[in-house]
């Protein structure tokens, strides 16, 4: 029998797929950044992942999974997606609430109750923060039609589409700005310092060019006169 894999692989599996889907190419210090912890540790990691044929690592130092390592993700991946949509959807939990919880549940989720999640939810979809199962790369967010909110125009009227989840302050920062996914907000002057002052169902705010980078929206057409969908 082999051994089953433990949540600390799972969690750099994961972390390994969703910065690839990012478009990152994933470097030893783009996990320790990306896990919040120590290069050593990084270390001893992708030397068990690769003894057990998860992970391969090239001689220009980037991490690849394997195929057995990008199924293992990507189930972790779809059980954290499920768990979000399921605290959400069926217990009303707040959406900036969800991702800490759903990383410690994800570990937890056994073959069939993940099947009844997906029976339940379905496996496509956006969870709460507005994200996919793997979070689309700024190419293929471009492509249809999404900017940051640090590149929109000023006077101009947008829609949140989808927000970076996996920083639980950056996410009670938005939640309490008046930024929530699928909320409308006006960009009312972008300003010399890099901030960005904006208008929101809550008034108005200005957000440093880190947060603004976070936030991705769609451009409202000048004829829609539809009020805002809110929190």
Known sequence: MTESITVSKEDYLKAILEAESEGLHVIPATLA??????APAVTMALKRLKRDGFVEVKPDGI????ASGKETAYRTALRHHLIERMLSEIFGMEWYEIHAEAERLEHA?????????????GEQGTCPHGNTVLPESPTQRRRRGLIQLS??????????????ERDPKLLVFLYQSGISPTTRIRLVA????????IETPLGSTTLGRPAAERVWV??????????????
């Open 33 to 38: 950044h990306w896990l919040s912890v120590s």
């Open 63 to 66: 991490v690849r999974l394997t």
């Open 109 to 121: 989720v056994s073959p069939a109750f993940e099947a009844r999640l997906i029976e339940k939810l």
């Open 151 to 164: 590149e929109a125009a000023e006077n101009a009227d947008y829609v949140v589409t989808s927000l970076y």
């Open 190 to 197: 972008k300003n010399y310092d890099q901030t960005v002052s």
């Open 218 to 231: 769609k451009r409202v057409p000048l004829r829609d006169g539809a009020k805002d969908s809110m929190r």
